[in-house]
């Protein structure tokens, strides 16, 4: 039987990564990231993060691109990039705008985007649900839908991985 969904993680990183490739496992998985040289890499089974092994990337099926119009089969989107923070403590939120206008352009009706990204309270509700809205013309809670998963991925813990949480 053929899965119902496309998922897609935007941000391939030390979060990304991981969850795309429990993912594909059972869904179809675009992974994407606007960095062409990490996908460059990934494509050729090399994470260089060191977290994913390269047998276990090169038997994924992943499909990966720095091409956001690639986006466009996925109706859940799952967006990972970084959100650090400044020299003052504030939140950096331009890597987060940027993914979100980029699912934006490509959203449908019936969607479900999904922030793993750290935020604080508010964010996802009042930052990037309009930004959706304005770069899709359609509405947060009729249209599509959005929320907020925390990171489930602790960075070099190999024995607590995101397959292995209950």
Known sequence: MEPEHTLSVIGLGYVGLPLALALAKTYPVIGYDQNTSRIAELRRSHDRTGEIAPENLAAS???????????????????????????????????????????????????????????????????????????????????????????RINPGDSVHTVDRIV
């Open 61 to 151: 099926k992943i499909l990966f691109t720095d091409d956001a119009i690639g986006l466009s089969d996925a109706d859940i989107f799952i967006i990972a990039v970084p959100t650090p923070v400044d020299a003052a403590n504030q939140p950096e939120l331009s890597a987060l705008k940027s993914a979100t206008e980029c699912v934006g352009r490509c959203l449908r009706k019936g969607a479900i985007v999904a922030f793993e990204s750290t935020v604080y309270p508010g964010v996802t509700e009042d930052v990037c649900g309009p930004i959706l809205e304005r770069m899709s013309g359609l509405k947060c809670g009729a249209d599509f839908y959005i929320g907020y998963s925390p990171e």
